[in-house]
């Protein structure tokens, strides 16, 4: 596991996790929060262009139109999943951490396998903005539009300066989605639906997601070596 790789992980698990602590002690108001966040966007994607330097963007082939069609089929799982979780019945959806078994380990899985089929520069990005844009046709809800860009500026950022396809890139990989996505998805809720919860209980979800996350991306990493070897 190379050097800039580990950094990057550790930059963007921290800043996830200030930026959950910082908003949830201290509320600014939503026009100051979103502002907020372009500016972490922004930070991801300085960091990101600066370890592209020390990665390995520049020795791999370019996204070409099976990728991309390869990306379409996994963000429509990604999406379909990550629906089919929100209508679990009963007292599943109470409890604050069940969604690192129920959305983040299956999240895990489906982004691992898809990073081990087409491990190329721009795959994390154009997979997670994907699933957005589908997202958004199911659901127009426009203030999590910037909670996509945020998770995929971020994920790229590390996906370019990591030795991509290997098992370990993509289990450090699995960790930092899970925390990024949780603990910034966390004051989205504040910001979007006016939905607050403590610390207690965000902190533990954020790194239990990062580690269900990094649990699904081992098995994913399986999967994908499997269906690699499956023509388009």
């Known amino acids: 596991m190379e ?81 089919t979780m929100m209508f679990l019945p009963g007292p599943i959806v109470y409890i604050p951490w069940s969604v690192a078994f129920t959305s983040y380990l299956p999240s895990g899985i489906i982004l691992a396998a898809l990073l081990k089929i087409v491990p190329k520069p721009g795959a994390a990005f154009t997979y997670l903005i994907t699933a957005m844009i589908m997202g958004q046709i199911i659901h127009l809800d426009l203030l999590w539009a910037p909670w996509y860009i945020l998770r995929a500026v971020g994920l790229e950022a590390y996906y370019l300066t990591c030795k991509r396809g290997t098992i370990s890139s993509l289990v450090l990989m699995g960790f930092t989605y899970g925390i990024l996505s949780s603990a910034t998805g966390a004051i989205f809720f504040i910001g979007a639906w006016l939905y607050w919860q403590p610390l207690l209980v965000t902190i533990p979800t954020a790194i239990l997601c990062g580690i269900t996350a990094a649990i699904g991306a081992s098995m994913g990493y399986g999967v994908g070596s499997r269906a690699g070897r499956i023509a388009l």
């Open 3 to 83: 050097t800039p790789a580990i950094l990057t992980a550790a930059i963007i698990c921290i800043t996830s996790l200030a930026y959950l602590v910082l908003y949830t002690i201290y509320w600014p108001g939503v026009a100051v929060f979103y502002a907020g966040t372009f500016l972490l966007t922004i930070f991801f994607a300085v960091w990101m262009v600066i370890m592209t330097k020390f990665g390995k963007a520049t020795k791999s082939a370019s996204l070409r139109t099976t990728d991309f069609a390869m990306i379409a089929v996994f963000g429509g799982i990604y999406t379909v999943v990550t629906w």
